[in-house]
């Protein structure tokens, strides 16, 4: 979903389930299925199905979902008939959640790291802290705490999602830090060794210990004025250090 949530459907004899979770918890759904075989495949609603023809098993209903045509009656067979498609690509975990990390940061970050062009004429401490702003709204939100969350869990058996989250999301956003304060910089504004090692300070002081406490699930969603407060705190602190 476009949201990051992932939506689950559960044939179960005569009824499908279906149930919406955040990433940590779809991917003990995505475990448990990697125990068998995944199948990614596309679907064609509304199709030619019409098992109707005594009780409706599993299969039938997967088969009705997926808008196939078909007689099969077990998952065995509906399985055999799939993978045989055209276009039919057997999956793995790692890929999927990787996939899935990647374009929900992409879209994310984009939007975060986006400035508006009339604060990029306002002064350093005024586009760093419009900055901070956009990042901590971001990264603090229920969205991408929860993919952060799933990163962690998850690193020793998907280490590749960790990794997509540290590319399409920390560095990114330590990167346009480090941009506006290399910029700073050449226009001897100010004096700085290391604009990247500045800006991951400055990450660091913007998380401080909330981050980790929403991590975990010990403090409420910062508001605005919250977020506000802290950007302007942590730039604040990182410019008078120069």
Request: proline content about 4%; hydrophobic content about 45%.
């Amino acid at each position: 979903m476009e949201t990051g949530s992932w939506v689950l459907v559960e044939p179960w004899w005569t009824r499908l389930m279906v149930t919406v979770l955040p990433s940590s918890d779809a991917v003990r759904f995505l475990r448990w299925g990697a125990a068998g075989d995944m199948v990614r495949l596309r679907e064609a609603v509304p199709g030619r199905g019409n098992q109707l023809k005594g009780w409706f098993n599993c299969a039938v209903m997967v088969g009705f979902l997926l808008g196939r045509s078909s007689w099969v009656w077990t998952p065995h067979a509906l399985y055999k008939q799939l993978v045989s498609e055209t276009g039919a690509e057997h999956e793995d975990v790692e890929s999927l959640l990787v996939e899935h990390f990647r374009k929900v940061l992409d879209r994310n970050m984009r939007r975060a790291l986006s400035l508006d062009a009339r604060i990029a004429r306002h002064s350093t401490a005024e586009i760093l802290t419009e900055l901070a702003r956009n990042i901590l709204s971001l990264i603090m939100s229920r969205e991408i705490i929860d993919l952060h969350h799933t990163a962690i869990i998850e690193a020793e058996r998907f280490p590749g999602v960790a990794q997509c989250y540290q590319d399409h999301a920390e560095r990114p956003a330590v990167s346009a830090i480090a941009d506006v304060l290399r910029s700073a910089a050449e226009a001897d504004e100010f004096e700085m060794e290391d604009p990247d090692a500045l800006a991951r300070s400055l990450m660091g002081l913007m998380r401080g210990t909330l981050h980790l406490d929403l991590m975990i699930g010990v403090a409420a969603q910062p508001t605005p004025e919250d977020i506000d407060c802290r950007a302007r705190a942590a730039v604040d602190f990182i410019l008078k250090s120069l």
